[in-house]
């Protein structure tokens, strides 16, 4: 990938927590980033209200698919419940392009419980749907969105990125250093499983010891 300022991020979800708090990081950090959402008007209302606390004219809004349209790489960050529709409304789009699948299959209430999709993974069910056209790479489940949503301040969580794709993973990373966080080469695709899994585990830690956010760390990697 070329430099970061040629290169333009889509978030699609942008307007969830999540998703808005990687994209003010990003945004921060000198990339082109779209607010993706089904609603064109809620997007470009979210903006504004990121672009207010940012103090700058920073992100942009669109539908989801116009800001595909227009993105090198594009963040898929919505519930699992949108998942198969969202990448639906957007598959002629992201042809050619990487995708970065943020969800996680949890099945409320239950969201403390590992839950094993019938494609094993959402980033497996991604790239099965979308082909080979696509590069979908799996990221940032494990990062809480309650210590996104400050983007000045410091998260102490790493990312495990998987993806078939070499060069795909290593872009990526670049994303999740400019939000601030280590990124790890955590292997190919099918390795989401397990990334994805430990999310509802996360959240059961939050519940039991009475904290937000808690996060992961590979340790002896230097």
């Given at each position: 990938m070329t430099d970061k300022l040629m290169v333009t991020v889509a978030v699609l979800g942008g307007t969830g927590k999540e998703g808005s708090g990687l994209a003010m990081r990003w945004a921060l950090n000198g990339y082109r980033v779209i607010i993706g959402s089904r609603d064109a008007e809620r997007a470009v209302e979210k903006a504004k209200v990121l672009n207010t606390a940012l103090g700058g004219d920073y992100l942009t809004g669109m539908s989801n698919a116009d800001a595909t349209q227009a993105a090198n790489l594009v963040v898929l960050s919505v519930p699992y419940s949108a998942h198969q529709a969202t990448l639906a409304s957007v598959k002629?789009?992201?042809?050619?392009?990487?995708?970065?699948?943020?969800?996680?299959?949890?099945q409320p209430p239950n969201v403390r419980t590992v839950y094993i999709p019938e494609g094993k993974a959402a980033g497996l069910e991604a790239q099965a749907f979308l082909g080979e056209q696509v590069k979908v790479v799996s990221a940032f489940q494990n990062v809480s969105a309650e210590k996104l949503k400050d983007p000045h301040a410091t998260v102490e969580c790493d990312v495990l990125v998987c993806g078939d794709d070499p060069e795909a993973k290593r872009d990526v990373i670049k994303l999740v250093e400019a939000a601030g966080m280590r990124g790890i080469d955590a292997g190919p695709l099918a390795n989401a499983v397990a990334a994805e899994a430990l999310t509802p585990v996360l959240l059961y830690i939050n519940k039991t010891y009475k904290v937000k956010g808690a996060g992961i760390r590979i340790t002896n990697l230097g």
């Amino acid at each position: 990938m070329t430099d970061k300022l040629m290169v333009t991020v889509a978030v699609l979800g942008g307007t969830g927590k999540e998703g808005s708090g990687l994209a003010m990081r990003w945004a921060l950090n000198g990339y082109r980033v779209i607010i993706g959402s089904r609603d064109a008007e809620r997007a470009v209302e979210k903006a504004k209200v990121l672009n207010t606390a940012l103090g700058g004219d920073y992100l942009t809004g669109m539908s989801n698919a116009d800001a595909t349209q227009a993105a090198n790489l594009v963040v898929l960050s919505v519930p699992y419940s949108a998942h198969q529709a969202t990448l639906a409304s957007v598959k002629e789009q992201l042809t050619g392009k990487v995708l970065i699948d943020v969800t996680v299959p949890l099945q409320p209430p239950n969201v403390r419980t590992v839950y094993i999709p019938e494609g094993k993974a959402a980033g497996l069910e991604a790239q099965a749907f979308l082909g080979e056209q696509v590069k979908v790479v799996s990221a940032f489940q494990n990062v809480s969105a309650e210590k996104l949503k400050d983007p000045h301040a410091t998260v102490e969580c790493d990312v495990l990125v998987c993806g078939d794709d070499p060069e795909a993973k290593r872009d990526v990373i670049k994303l999740v250093e400019a939000a601030g966080m280590r990124g790890i080469d955590a292997g190919p695709l099918a390795n989401a499983v397990a990334a994805e899994a430990l999310t509802p585990v996360l959240l059961y830690i939050n519940k039991t010891y009475k904290v937000k956010g808690a996060g992961i760390r590979i340790t002896n990697l230097g």
